[in-house]
């Protein structure tokens, strides 16, 4: 039987969930289906190393002739969704994932070229913070006019010479021109084949120069964590699709795709294959959950229905009426959009100084109303703690149902709240009454 506390813990989990308005943008509400499956027997057995068909070494130890079966059908799955040839659908977390990334690209001390945490970057892409920023030499690409800049970003390539060009953000509201990215990434890397001398007098051969060549070369990683769920639905150009461009992307599975708490890795090129999947195990992971990965393979089924099609479409089409609705009570314009007021993803991030708050209390007011997002650093602000932005996202409204309708009401209420205009009373009696017209999603 469940401890009695435990299940009162659950229990108040659940009860919140249901009785407040996520709109953090990195989470969402998975079905009930992938949570039992996270709660499974898969979880039980040791799975160190690969199926067979992954690898040679197959698994460390017995008794994973049905795990096999389970991984291997994930892998499929995630291939099928993201339309790659690989996947490694071992990692537990996004920046497990990434780290696996680092190791298996990267040398110690080797340079890595990033945004910036304070614009839009994941701590994982070269902040101090994290093993990123320690263990390898990073540097920034800056935004201009609070947009990702292609003329920036080629600039600072060249001159930074880095291994690991890092792409995908936690924090931008803007569809990424993969293809262009790989254009300038596939040039830098001829002109580093042309320019890169060899000592005459040292007797090296074909062979050893082309290794030494292609270990230097620039590695295009994306991290589309928060965009996933559009690229698994294929709704944008094929140019904003970094499984296509890039060498290698992760993403974890729980944001816009909705699934569980977890992550994979994807890429194309069979070269790559023993490099990542040795960097996730034996390197950097001993026995996954495997319990995960079979709600993971859930997860990527639920996302080849077209109804996720249209749920994608709804995340986009609320989050421009969440912002729309801000704006018809912002008449002064105190909140300002970063990067402008037209989001083409699931996000938006809002500079707060205007109504004279931090983003710590924007927070603190919208969480007293039962809606909760997260304080954001914005370009300009110094320390995560001080910082002066908030980021709101749709993705766990429109799973319980939010319509255009409603999400421009909550903007509406948002604005209400954060100017401190209008009637308390007011706002509390619609805020219930967007509650009760979506219901209790975990029963
Ligand atoms: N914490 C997540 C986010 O909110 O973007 C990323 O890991």
Excluded at 24 to 31: G, H, L, R
Excluded at 63 to 88: P, Q, S, T
Excluded at 285 to 297: L, M, P, R
Excluded at 401 to 420: D, P, R, W
């Amino acid at each position: 039987m469940i401890d009695k506390t435990l299940n009162q813990i659950v229990s108040k989990e659940k009860d919140k969930l249901n009785n407040e308005l996520v709109l953090i943008a990195s989470e969402n509400y998975p079905s009930q289906d992938i949570l039992d499956l996270m709660g499974s027997v898969c979880s039980v057995p040791y799975t160190e190393g690969y199926p067979l068909s992954v690898s040679k070494q197959g698994r460390h130890y017995a008794g994973c002739e049905v795990i096999d079966e389970l991984e291997e059908y994930c892998i499929a799955k995630a291939c099928e969704l993201f339309r790659v040839n690989f996947a490694n659908v071992q990692p537990m977390s996004g920046s497990h994932a990434n780290t696996c990334v680092y190791y298996a690209f990267c040398k110690p001390g080797d340079r890595t070229l990033s945004a910036s945490l304070s614009t839009m970057a994941h701590l994982t892409h070269g902040s101090k913070f994290t093993h990123s920023g320690r263990f390898y030499e990073n540097h920034n690409y800056e935004l201009i006019n609070e947009k990702l800049d292609y003329d920036e970003l080629k600039k600072r390539l060249y001159e930074v010479k880095p291994r690991l060009l890092i792409t995908g953000y936690s924090a931008y509201s803007h569809k990424i021109d993969f293809q262009k990215i790989r254009e300038i990434v596939d040039q830098y890397n001829t002109d580093l084949e042309i320019d890169t001398e060899f000592p005459e007098d040292v007797a090296i051969s074909d062979e050893e120069i082309q290794k030494a060549i292609e270990a230097k070369k620039c590695i295009l990683w994306t991290d589309m964590a928060h965009f996933s769920g559009f690229i698994a639905t294929h709704v944008w150009e094929d140019k904003y699709d970094p499984t296509q461009w890039a060498d290698v992307v992760t993403t974890t599975t729980h944001k816009t795709l909705r699934g569980p708490r977890s992550a994979i890795i994807l890429w194309n090129n069979p070269d790559y294959c023993k490099k990542i999947n040795q960097a996730v195990f034996p390197a950097n992971a001993g026995g996954t959950n495997q319990a995960a990965v079979a709600a993971k393979a859930q997860a990527f089924i639920e996302a080849l229905q077209p109804e996720f099609k249209d749920y994608i479409n709804q995340v986009h089409t609320n989050m421009q009426a969440l912002i729309n609705g801000i704006k018809e009570v912002d008449i002064d314009h105190k909140l300002r959009f970063v990067s402008g007021d037209e989001t083409e993803n699931h996000m938006i991030l809002i500079d707060v100084k205007g109504a004279g708050i931090t983003g710590k209390e924007a927070e603190d007011m919208l969480t007293a109303n039962h809606i909760i997002c997260n304080k954001n650093m914005i370009t300009g602000d110094i320390k995560p703690s001080d910082c002066t932005g908030i980021r709101l996202g749709t993705p766990a409204i429109t799973t319980r149902g939010f319509t255009e309708e409603m999400s421009n009401t909550l903007g509406k209420v948002i604005a209400s709240i954060l100017l401190k205009q209008g009637d308390p009373q007011e706002i509390t009696s619609v805020i219930v009454s967007l509650l009760n017209e979506i219901g209790e999603f975990y029963k």
